[in-house]
């Protein structure tokens, strides 16, 4: 992606091609190899103060900004939409300091930044989709201290994990993890997907793009490479589930995506609508109808 | 060039300009200048260029004027902008033996060589609103020189007890090649005391302050005293590779503490005093005392004789709770970024919360407890 | 130190141990066999080395010298403290277990007592829930908890219950050694009668070889088969447990039991 790109390259105000200098993608860009070969693997790094504060993207952002190159064709999601507002900011930053083309179009786009959602149209290879995250440790919550956490990880010792799914199933008889939904990679690491909702969780398992999870304030990197196995923890008599819903879009009439629940009044009206704006968008743009209902 | 244009473009844009319109105020007042910041709130600008890690007191002050007056916003503007600059290298280590010296206290020794120099302090005013300086007025009376202030011998006190082997000789100067750059590589666990200093250094005040009262009151057994605090100014020092010896290359304003507290020792060490140190950029009392408390009290494992079958006994002795929560850019993101867009993960958990309340509903709550809330402790 | 021949060779063997705490002893000297399914006892006032011992015996504390081996259940013999830490840690939740004075130190108090019997099973692979669960339940019923308090959590349990549950929790998956630390300390004495009768239901039913540290001969008589008497570090007597606690031979014994048995 950084093919045919003058090292010195800068971009106005003396700041470097895409922000960051070329020393520090270097750096990210070493990262990102040893997280690809070791899939899960939390591999720390030197995480750079990014113009935005941290828990905004920073670790995301660094990741874009050590991959991206002119040629590229970047899309920005937050909660599956191009247009909620820290979307706006961060692909107005690269558009800006990297003179990249911009998209809403999953299809055709090279490099994908998201926050809590994967596109509901399936990604191919060749493409790189890039996840903030908030938390890397999945332990976290069982072991705050990450001297403990990565003992754990080296030692695949992840019975703590199991003892809390029990612990929900016996309490809610279900696992009542709704998004953050840890997996297993490759069969070894286990793996914080970052916030996406589990609906989402199947669409990590042997995905042909490669995924890059970047987490800024924690200064953490990991990658699950293309067609990677990826599994949603579970029990064999309570296998994992993904939501689903009684409604459908009321935009586009889609009954198999991530919807979106909007509160229409104060009596209680709600109407639902495709979380991933593209998607919605392809469907309607495809002649697609949801009998929109709304006031 | 493409860009998608939808409401979330111009709700930003419209936002960022409103900020402008707060941050200016009522155009009919005049404009701060970055002059008036550094000189009349120069305390705001030296906690912004020490927890910014940066020494510039003209950026540090167009940061205050930036943020609005919010200091921790004003450090990370400072810190986005340091990150972006090039290392030349890493100075000599301070020699604050030699600072010029502008205050200079211990609550140590009554008296010792080099004398108790108070300088610009309010620690013994009468903190009583002054309404005088809400008229713009005279300047001040000049200070009188005083006779017998010497600068040029002012020993430190922990270096006057560690003669007589009371207080633990201070570390041996480490090489500069060892100086891990907490910005360019990635906190490991367990730091070193050097790292942890780093760490400290750039630490929210607030919280520091807070663990170091902690210390004070109980949590953690440390009985500190201020052995010496100074202030002043001293000279920085960088070895250039071509030339082969060290040349100056600029002053700084800094505040230096050196608590000291007392030690039982080990085995191998007799009883003696054990100390904890403070640095900060500019007239920064607070944070340089409140530093060099939590210094000492994240020494305990060291001290105790590298015992890692024990736990912390203290928050503020628990390196990993401290260093991975001192920074207030990081802390402030992370709390403020609460703000952004959740739909999607508060949808799941709705989804979830809707599923286990039917569930609960489709049983009956005979059982006596209902999904959602804690089952009682005591079921017979 | 008192040999006794049996079909199976030694599971625990400990040869010179020695522990200083920088110019204290912890204990010195120490020779300890723990042959399978067999109890072994170890008696001494506080201070008097046993908790060091037994923290060296069971890998947690690193002896200054000696040697600690273990024959584990494939029947290779390896050297306790040189193993890496990944066998250890298996080791620990696999054929060992360790049962503390406090049962919060041994018990997960944030989680039911359900999840905690299941613990080692869920960390051994079991992925049922339906097994793991029915097997919480056979357990809350050995070790004599009401089965339908297999949801709360130990806080909602009393101090005998708690120290039962821990011991349910250890024993789940069936180890083959237990370092117990005075399991019945801090108990009243009609919930430790009935904790000791259970102590010793189990360990006869389970075949355990265990390693008992308490300062109650009490305890080691009604559970101990040999006994090993400790005093400022050292180990100053050992023997069957009748035989030591009916003819004790040194002196420091024979006041230990002469302080206890009048009573």
Redesign the interface.
């Known amino acids: 992606m950084i093919d045919g790109l003058p090292a010195s390259r800068t971009v106005g105000h003396g700041y470097t091609y895409a922000y960051l200098d070329e020393q520090t993608k270097r750096m990210i860009r070493r990262a990102v190899l040893k997280a690809v070969a070791v899939p899960g693997y939390q591999v720390p790094f030197a995480s750079r103060e990014m113009p935005m504060p941290y828990g905004w993207g920073t670790g995301g952002i660094q990741l874009t900004a050590s991959l991206i190159g002119p040629s590229d064709v970047l899309k920005v999601i937050d909660q599956g939409a191009d247009d909620t507002t820290n979307a706006v900011s961060i692909r107005q930053f690269f558009a800006r300091t990297a003179h990249v083309q911009t998209t809403t179009r999953t299809a055709e786009s090279t490099l994908i930044q998201t926050r809590h959602r994967i596109p509901e149209q399936p990604l191919r290879a060749g493409q790189i989709i890039v996840y903030q995250v908030p938390i890397p440790e999945p332990l976290r919550w069982l072991e705050p201290r990450e001297t403990e956490s990565r003992r754990l990880h080296a030692l695949q010792d992840y019975g703590g994990m199991y003892v809390k799914l029990y612990e929900d199933i016996a309490r809610y008889g279900r696992i009542a993890t709704a998004y953050d939904y840890p997996v297993l990679v490759n069969g070894r690491y286990l793996m914080s997907p970052s916030p996406i909702p589990k609906f989402d969780n199947p669409k990590l398992d042997r995905m042909p793009a490669l995924q890059l999870f970047g987490a800024g304030r924690e200064k953490r990197i990991y990658a699950v490479p293309p067609h990677t196995r990826v599994e949603s923890l579970a029990f064999d008599d309570h296998p994992f589930q993904v939501q689903k819903w009684d409604q459908t879009c009321v935009l586009c009439g889609a009954g198999d995506s991530y919807l979106d629940e909007v509160i229409t009044d104060d009596a209680g009206g709600r109407w639902f609508v495709c979380s991933d704006t593209d998607h919605c968008t392809r469907r309607r743009d495809g002649g697609a109808d949801g009998g929109d209902r709304r006031p | 060039m493409y860009v998608a244009v939808k409401g979330g473009e111009r709700a930003i844009g419209n936002a960022h300009r409103l900020y402008a319109e707060a941050r200016r105020g009522d155009p009919a007042v005049p404009e701060l200048t970055l002059e008036q910041i550094g000189q009349q709130l120069s305390h705001a600008v030296d906690r912004v260029m020490t927890e910014g890690g940066l020494y510039d007191p003209f950026l540090a002050a167009l940061a205050i004027k930036q943020a609005r007056g919010d200091l921790v916003e004003a450090i990370f503007l400072l810190r986005a902008y340091r990150t972006t600059l090039p290392r030349f290298g890493a100075a000599r280590p301070l020699e604050t033996d030699a600072m010029a010296v502008s205050r200079r206290i211990s609550a140590t020794f009554k008296d010792l060589p080099g004398g108790q120099m108070l300088g610009p302090t309010a620690d013994y005013s009468h903190r009583l609103l002054d309404f005088a300086l809400a008229e713009t007025g005279l300047p001040p009376e000049p200070v009188p020189p005083v006779a017998g202030v010497s600068e040029s011998s002012c020993p430190r006190v922990t270096g006057l007890l560690a003669a007589t082997g009371l207080v633990e000789a201070p570390p041996p100067d480490s090489d500069e090649a060892d100086t891990t750059d907490l910005t360019r590589t990635p906190l490991a666990l367990p730091a070193g005391r050097a790292l942890r200093l780093q760490a400290l250094a750039r630490g929210d005040e607030g919280f520091l302050l807070a663990l170091g009262y902690s210390t004070q009151r109980g949590f953690g057994t440390t009985h500190p005293f201020a052995a010496e605090i100074r202030m002043g100014s001293v000279e920085i020092e960088l070895e250039a590779e071509e030339l082969g010896f060290p040349v100056v290359i600029g002053e700084i304003a800094v505040t230096e503490c050196q608590m000291i507290n007392q030690f039982q020792g080990t085995a191998d060490q007799p009883p003696q005093f054990t100390s904890g140190y403070g640095l900060a950029f500019g007239e920064a009392e607070r944070k340089a005392m409140a530093m060099a408390l939590v210094d000492r009290a994240l020494r305990w494992r060291e001290l105790s004789g590298g015992d890692d079958a024990r736990t912390p006994a203290a928050p503020a002795e628990d390196e990993e709770f401290v260093l991975a929560h001192a920074d207030a850019v990081e802390a402030s993101g992370f709390v403020q970024h609460l703000k952004l867009p959740h739909y999607v993960d508060f949808q799941a958990e709705l989804e979830l919360l809707r599923r286990l309340r039917a569930d609960a509903g489709a049983v009956g709550c005979a059982d006596g407890r209902a999904a959602g809330a804690e089952a009682p402790e005591s079921v017979p | 130190m008192v040999v006794i021949d049996g079909p199976d060779p030694p599971l625990l063997t400990a040869a010179g141990l020695g522990k200083w705490y920088?110019?204290r002893v912890g204990c010195r000297n120490v020779d300890v066999v723990v042959w399978p399914g067999e109890v072994v006892g170890v008696v001494g006032e506080s201070g008097s080395g046993k908790t060091t011992l037994l923290r060296c015996l069971a890998g947690m504390?690193a002896p200054g010298v000696g040697v600690v081996h273990y024959r584990t259940g494939e029947g290779t013999v390896v050297d306790v403290h040189a193993l890496p830490?990944?066998r250890r840690?298996r080791l620990m939740?696999t054929e060992w277990g360790v049962v503390h004075q406090n049962p919060r130190d041994g018990l997960?108090m944030a989680?039911?007592a359900?999840?905690n019997l299941?613990?080692?099973l869920?960390?051994?692979g079991?992925?049922?829930?339906?097994a793991?669960?029915s097997r919480a339940l056979d357990w809350m019923a050995d070790v004599e908890l009401d089965t339908?308090?297999?949801?709360?959590?130990p806080?909602?349990f009393s101090g005998g219950m708690q120290q039962r549950l821990q011991i349910g929790r250890v024993l789940v998956n069936r180890p083959r050694l237990v370092f117990m630390d005075e399991p019945t300390g801090g108990l009243d004495v009609s919930v430790q009668a009935r904790l000791l009768d259970l102590l010793r239901r189990l360990v006869a039913e389970l075949d355990l070889a265990v390693v008992l540290v308490t300062h109650d001969l009490g305890v080691v008589r009604l559970l101990a088969d040999r006994l090993l008497v400790m005093r400022g570090g050292e180990v100053v007597e050992s023997g069957l447990t009748d035989q030591v606690l009916d003819d004790p031979q040194h002196g420091y014994t024979q006041m230990l039991v002469a302080s206890v048995l009048p009573v």
């Open positions: 920088g110019g504390l830490e990944p840690r939740r997960r989680v039911s359900g999840a299941g613990e080692r869920l960390a051994e079991a992925r049922h829930y339906g793991v669960r339908g308090r297999i949801d709360d959590r806080h909602a």
